[in-house]
């Protein structure tokens, strides 16, 4: 059974995609009476229009988690346009930190996914918060970036999205490390294609790009839930996928003691593997900022 803690906007997208897909049976909590009951058979009676025959309940209580294998958490606040992810670290960090209490209450053999912002600091602080090992607790954030690279390269190029390859690693904020030199098209390097202009440009249009949907309709919603369904898949269905994961690095990428985005195989045991890459000197640098900057958050965190 696949749970979510949270059943507001980006919760319920994350529902749907699940629903959609079959990947399991789906119950929703959330602290709002009556929403993720109401959500969970609104869910339901679509499921039944394609015949689908995965149970989804809802509920207002923690004790109802136990049972789950995959647990996810979108609960919090959300992100308006003059704020950095890590300006909702004070604001949601007692969401998560609850949230993770109960989970390692009545769901002590879960893996837990963090979509929550700031999610790198957030995975941090529900990894020591359960005690659960790195491999089952992680974060969504570089698929995400690596999505909004690849629709700006892929405008650029006026190709087909399925042409085009991407890949961000680093925190998920404003220091992630887009990686144009490990982004193709069909085998062909991205710098092969487009000028160096236009790469700084994709660049900072991805790192702009979330505070630009905010602006524009309140909140990500429908990419964040294709990321972390995509996720979902491959530890449920064991894909053994590599995909940009925020996890605890212990030495890798020369960090240890925080959570970033890199990539990770993810399969039925969580994070399976971690890959290194040989970065240059200005992915380091870039790298390094992240670090710097999520250093400092959890230094601000009362775990």
């Known amino acids: 059974m696949?749970?979510?803690i949270g059943a507001g906007r980006v919760g319920s997208t994350i529902a749907l995609q699940?629903?959609?897909?079959e990947v399991d049976d789906l119950h929703l909590i959330d602290v709002v009476e009556g929403l993720a009951k109401g959500q969970a058979l609104d869910l339901s009676q679509m499921a039944s229009g394609s015949d689908s025959d995965i149970k989804i309940t809802g509920s207002d209580n923690y004790g109802s988690l136990n049972g789950s294998d995959l647990i996810i958490i979108p609960?919090?606040?959300a992100r308006t346009p003059d704020m950095t992810r890590l300006d909702l670290l004070s604001k949601n960090?007692?969401?998560v930190k609850y949230a993770s209490q109960k989970i390692k209450e009545f769901a002590p053999s879960a893996i837990v996914l963090i979509v929550t912002n700031p999610v790198d600091v957030m995975t941090y602080l529900a990894l020591k918060i359960t005690g659960f090992p790195r491999e089952r607790v992680?974060?969504?954030?570089?698929?995400?970036?690596s999505l909004?690279?690849?629709t700006v390269i892929s405008s650029i190029l006026?190709?087909?999205?399925?042409?085009?390859?991407?890949l961000v690693i680093g925190e998920h904020g404003e220091?992630?490390?887009?990686?144009?030199?490990f982004s193709s098209s069909n085998g062909i390097p991205i710098r092969a294609l487009i000028s160096k202009q236009e790469l700084e440009d994709a660049v900072l249009e991805t790192r702009k790009s979330a505070a630009q949907v905010i602006s524009l309709k309140g909140a990500t919603t429908f990419a964040p839930s294709q990321a972390v369904a995509t996720m979902v898949e491959a530890v449920v269905s064991d894909k053994k996928s590599l995909i940009p994961t925020s996890v605890l690095l212990e030495g890798e990428f020369g960090v240890s003691d925080i959570c970033m985005g890199v990539p990770a195989i993810l399969g039925t045991g969580g994070v399976e593997r971690i890959i290194e890459l040989e970065l240059d000197v200005s992915e380091r640098e870039q790298f390094a900022k992240g670090q710097a900057s999520l250093i400092k958050a959890i230094g601000e965190m009362a775990i």
């Open 2 to 4: 696949i749970s979510i």
């Open 18 to 21: 699940l629903v959609l897909r």
């Open 75 to 77: 609960a919090g606040f």
């Open 93 to 95: 960090q007692e969401i």
């Open 138 to 145: 992680f974060g969504m954030g570089g698929l995400l970036d």
């Open 148 to 150: 909004r690279f690849k």
């Open 158 to 166: 006026g190709i087909s999205y399925r042409s085009v390859d991407t």
């Open 175 to 181: 220091n992630m490390v887009p990686l144009d030199r």
